[in-house]
């Protein structure tokens, strides 16, 4: 029904020029799919409607400039989360940040001066696409990422917008947690916690987000601490803030919202892995896979199976009773082959997860013989 209607639009589009209406119920539909994890279906309309705005290679249809950066926002998303494929995301990115770059060079030479809101606008603009270009350098661990966000972050407070600049911090957390050159785990709380306190204590779902990458610090933490054999003392405390944080950020987490609740589970999932408590892991394990699979996330899935199997082979080498060793090498094998036929469902777009999927299959084959 909904696609129907965007038809007629587009149809009425062509005929009278009112090409807004269609991002108009684009919009409104980015937010339905969205919302409801039919991600499938839009980036099916998204395909349609992209050469509607945007030319061969990739540059705005004269007339049609102002919904030129919002497709290609909804191309870049794309690129990155459902087909995987970061070097498209890149491309398009780029594209992107040289167009608004372009709009907004004149604004630019305005610091100090007063702003007019359409010269707010275009820094805005600015401020998002270098955010955006700073994620996927992320994705592909190039540090550089540090310095877009740094220099979207000063976009956003030039013009005052404490949501841009929450949002920015968030992901250089990201950056310092995630990148091994640059990791640093206090730096990266310490810009978790400051999204935190520039949210607006209403949005429940970015606070929920924050609340999760804290846990996820302090998971690391104990990791760390269980490595370097500290007193028990410290490891429980990590644990339990931890475990605090993860159960704080999915009880704010709207349940209906299904798109980003599966990273919930499988973060509560591997803590409980790690303690040895496989019964607790596995139902968060589940719940992500079933997630993933209304939602068609086949990589989420697969990560949530290759995380059971590795659960399953650690417990297994730990289990002194043979019959029960042989149960759970068997259990790990079945959930790494489907967590490798999910990783080969990308058509080697996931040849790293597929080559890790298989490597594991190759030591639980060893540990059966």
Known sequence: MEEDNLLCVRRTARIQGWW?????????????????????????????????YCTPDDAPIPGREKSYGLVMSYRVRLAREHDRDVNQAAALQEKLVEWDRQRAAATQSLFPGPLKP??????????????????ILRDLGNVDCVEQYKVAIVYYQRIQDTTGEAITSYNLGHA???????????????AYQQ?????N?????????????????????F??????????????????????????????????????????????????????????ARDHYEEAVKICEQTANLY???????????????AAQREA??????????????????????????????????????????????ALA
């Open 20 to 52: 807004p209406l269609v991002i108009s119920a684009m919009q409104g539909l980015q937010a339905l799919y969205d919302y409801q994890g039919r991600q499938s279906e839009w980036s099916r309309l998204v395909a349609e409607i992209s050469a509607d």
């Open 118 to 135: 359409v010269q707010r606008d275009r820094l805005r603009a600015l401020a998002v696409s270098i955010d955006g270009l700073g994620h």
């Open 176 to 190: 310092y947690k995630n990148i091994p050159a640059i990791r640093n785990l206090d730096t990266a709380e310490a």
């Open 195 to 199: 999204s935190l306190a520039l949210h």
């Open 201 to 221: 204590p209403n949005s429940v779902m970015w606070r929920s987000r924050c609340l999760h990458q804290i846990g996820m610090i302090h998971h690391e933490r």
């Open 223 to 280: 990791r760390e601490s269980r490595g370097r054999n500290e007193p028990a003392e410290d490891l429980l405390k990590h644990r339990q803030t931890a475990e605090r944080h993860y159960l704080a950020a999915l009880a704010l987490w709207p349940p209906t919202a299904l798109t980003d609740i599966v990273p919930f589970h499988i973060d509560l999932g591997a803590l409980y892995a790690d303690l040895g408590q496989l019964k607790q």
């Open 300 to 314: 989420g899935a697969g990560m949530s199976r290759f995380n059971m199997a590795l659960m399953y082979l650690d």
């Open 321 to 366: 009773t043979p019959s029960q060793q042989r149960d759970l090498l068997l259990r790990a094998q079945a959930f790494a082959e489907a967590a490798l036929r999910d990783f080969q469902h990308y058509q080697g777009r996931a040849a790293a997860l597929e080559a890790s999927a298989q490597g594991l299959l190759a030591d639980i084959a060893r």
